[in-house]
């Protein structure tokens, strides 16, 4: 477990880091908890109590976004709450008793929370999610954001892999996404309405989001 230090960075959103290696390197890794007026949703838990969190209200929904970011689920499972995972994420997990798979933009977790299960990267299947009324988008690994900052093994790794500096999509996304389909997916995800950008692995976007996201996507989408 972690020493939760949590930060308000809008009405609604709080988010906690945690240390997290991969693969040798430390990218860290982070838990977005979002109020969405009918219950909080915790995007992508850490190694946590959830009872750390009760000052911030009820836990109703617990989100895995990709097919990587599951590790602390078991936290969860005897937590009065919903799980959600993504596509393939129940095969991978059969210990855990998934409430539901998010597999369409249908409404899941109330009327604030827009989400768009990518289908152009099937090495990880992540869930995007906004936050309307903050104007936050949520990611995991779909993007990086890391600074001079970082651990410098970490800054180097991510340098040959294009990942770095700022924010990044990295050579695996690249060569890995169906261009086609990211092309239209990406492209409707930047029509929403957001400023902030928070991922798991590296530093937040307070505001300017929306460019940033642009930007990391310039190989993808028709210069605008």
């Known amino acids: ?66 097919l990587y970011h599951h590790l602390y689920l078991g936290h969860w499972i005897d937590v009065d709450c919903q799980i959600w995972g993504v596509r393939g994420l129940p095969e991978k997990r059969p210990d855990i008793r998934f409430t539901g798979v998010v597999d369409s933009r249908e409404p899941r977790f109330g009327p604030d929370i827009d989400l768009y299960p990518l289908r152009c990267f099937e090495m990880t299947n992540e869930v995007v999610v906004l936050h309307r009324p903050s104007r936050t988008l949520v990611v995991t690994d779909l993007v990086m954001n890391f600074s001079s900052r970082a651990p410098w093994r970490t800054r180097a790794a991510l340098w040959t892999l294009g990942g770095y500096p700022g924010c990044r999509t990295t050579i695996l996304e690249r060569r890995g996404m169906n261009r086609g389909v990211a092309c239209k997916e990406i492209g409707e995800i930047v029509q929403w309405d957001f400023d902030r950008l928070t991922m798991a692995h590296g530093e937040v976007v307070e505001t300017g989001g929306k460019d940033r996201f642009l930007q990391a996507f310039q190989w993808l989408l028709p210069a605008r």
């Open 1 to 66: 477990m972690v020493d939760l230090q949590i930060r308000e960075l809008a009405p609604g959103v709080h988010v906690a880091d945690a240390p997290q290696r991969f693969l040798g390197l430390e990218l860290g890794t982070r838990m977005t908890v979002l109020d969405t007026g009918d219950g909080l949703l915790v995007h992508s838990p850490i190694a946590v109590e959830p009872a750390s969190l009760r000052d911030l209200g009820q836990v109703r929904w617990v989100l895995a976004p990709n």
